[in-house]
């Protein structure tokens, strides 16, 4: 007997039906080809024991894909009204294995929706995507594993290394608590409207602790002074932070005329220490 999901009306029927022509101020570019949200899934797994946390769903084409490859719960969260309407047939095949939340991702406390941990899969509005994951970053311990879709931009930032041009205060503070890698990427054309750039699935799977002893917001000081003046040595650029910045740097053991893209995550966290 067929999956009820596979017996559902295509995608671009969906679309059609509900007039759901994508909106740029919402940062919407769906994906509609299964093999490729499949791909996204298949990606993602195994399933965590927690709930399946999806952003933006759109049309379904990605949630679709997350039920038949025997997600066990999704929890869709969706801010556009149309796009809900249209999940409703998808939600009655589910057989209670979907639950659709309506509200801006931005500001929903998943614990309203399941308790931790939880697996975030999703193909991010490119607009919210650096704040969504900074957020979730910050409770990386409640998190299972994120696997999302971004520019690939985004995706260059969080995976970079020490000593690169993209190598920044988002790598840092993914890194510090997640090990980010970039798994593939899926060109303009697959999208519907296709936006400019190429997107990447990137995953960050949580560490069982941060990389190095630093309380937070002592590091995000620290890496803003560094980084908002990245190309002055460090000695200059932590003046802000600190009028003997070069006996600090000392104190940590980093030389005064390196600069901030040169610095290990440890290294900052040393310094963060010192605040």
């Known amino acids: 007997m067929s999956d009820p999901i596979e017996a559902l009306p295509p995608l671009r029927e969906v679309i059609a039906r509900h007039d759901l022509a994508a909106r740029k101020a919402l940062g919407q570019n769906f994906l509609l080809d299964l093999n490729l949200t499949r791909k996204i899934a298949r990606a993602a797994m195994p399933w965590a024991a927690g709930a399946v946390i999806e952003i933006g769903p759109g049309p379904g084409g990605l949630t679709r894909a997350l039920l038949l490859e025997g997600a066990p719960r999704v929890f869709a969260v969706e801010r556009d009204e149309r796009c809900l309407a249209a999940l409703q047939d998808l939600a009655a095949a589910a057989d209670g294995r979907l639950q659709l939340h309506s509200g801006d991702a931005l500001e929903t406390d998943f614990a309203t929706l399941a308790p931790p941990p939880w697996q975030v899969v999703a193909n991010l509005p490119y607009n919210i995507a650096t704040p969504l994951i900074l957020s979730w970053v910050a409770q990386a311990d409640h998190f299972a594993r994120i ?108 030389d005064p005329t390196r600069r901030a893209e040169t610095l290990s995550i440890e290294e900052f966290c040393a310094l963060a220490r010192l605040l």
Request: net charge positive; with cysteine; aromatic share 6%.
């Open 147 to 254: 696997t999302v879709l971004v520019q690939k931009e985004v995706a260059e930032r969080l995976a970079a290394k020490p000593g690169g041009k993209t190598y920044g205060r988002l790598a840092v503070a993914a890194q510090w608590r997640c090990e980010v890698r970039m798994l593939f990427d899926i060109g303009p054309k697959a999208f519907v409207p296709p936006p400019k750039v190429t997107s990447t699935l990137v995953e960050l799977q949580p560490r069982a602790k941060p990389l190095a002893e630093a309380e937070p917001a002592k590091l995000e000081r620290v890496t803003a002074a560094a980084f908002n003046q990245r190309r002055k040595m460090l000695r200059a650029a932590l003046k802000p932070l600190w009028p003997d910045a070069d006996a600090k740097l000392h104190m940590a053991g980093i």
